[in-house]
């Protein structure tokens, strides 16, 4: 019997078979979780639903992060279909890449407020529902990196809106603990994602970090997969407001 046996988990972010949430998808099924998943136009559901299918994911639905209506929408239809719920796990982030290109100094008003309405304003927007579902208590993981503490090169606006994410999981913690609601970042070092491929200069980032890092290696998608697991189920209990670092080790180097 898996460790998520009967436990109903929200996934958004599963993009492709690059996608870190994918990884997730595939360790909670693993683990016996029934799961749902969400896109946000026709092009990903196109891209979705035979991953869906592979996983034997039949709730498939709609949610475009920026629509309230939609959010609505999505947990609607997770209350008549389910009940309840028990996890939530947010990979879901978006920049113009004007703005990731451009020097800081000259990030635009608007790109600035998409970046920080999908990547971080979005994870609040769904913790507000789920909690609602999570009668019996629950678990809520959102997906960051160091760019959010540090000036990484070529991240900039993104760089805002991850800081903004992990400090949005600090208060969202301290606001649902008391309903036994646990909301964990996970800190992963960079992955050759759809979402990193708008990254300028991505690969020298990729060699720079594998050569620096203490396991002299870049991080998979499964170990992120791993410690998103923990946080998720009972091994975590403990632990809340926390971003957890999956990086092989990069974030202690002085570098």
Known sequence: MGMFEGKKILILGVANK????????????????????????????????PLAEELGVTDVLPCDVQSDEEIDNLFTELESRWGTMDGLVHSVAFADKDDLAKPFSEASREGFKLALDISAYSFVALAGRAKKLMKDGGSMVTMSYLG??????????????????ESSVRYLAADLGSQNIRVNAVSAGPIKTLAASGIPQFKQLLANFAAKAPLQRNTEAEDVAGATLFLLSSLGSGVTGETTYVDCGFNIMGV
């Open 18 to 49: 690059k996608s870190i949430a994918w990884a997730v998808a595939q360790a909670l099924k693993n683990e016996g979780a029934t799961l749902a998943m969400t896109y946000m136009n026709e092009a990903i559901e196109k891209r979705l639903r």
């Open 148 to 165: 959010a503490e540090r000036a990484v090169d070529n991240y900039n606006v993104m760089g805002v809106a991850k800081a903004a994410l």
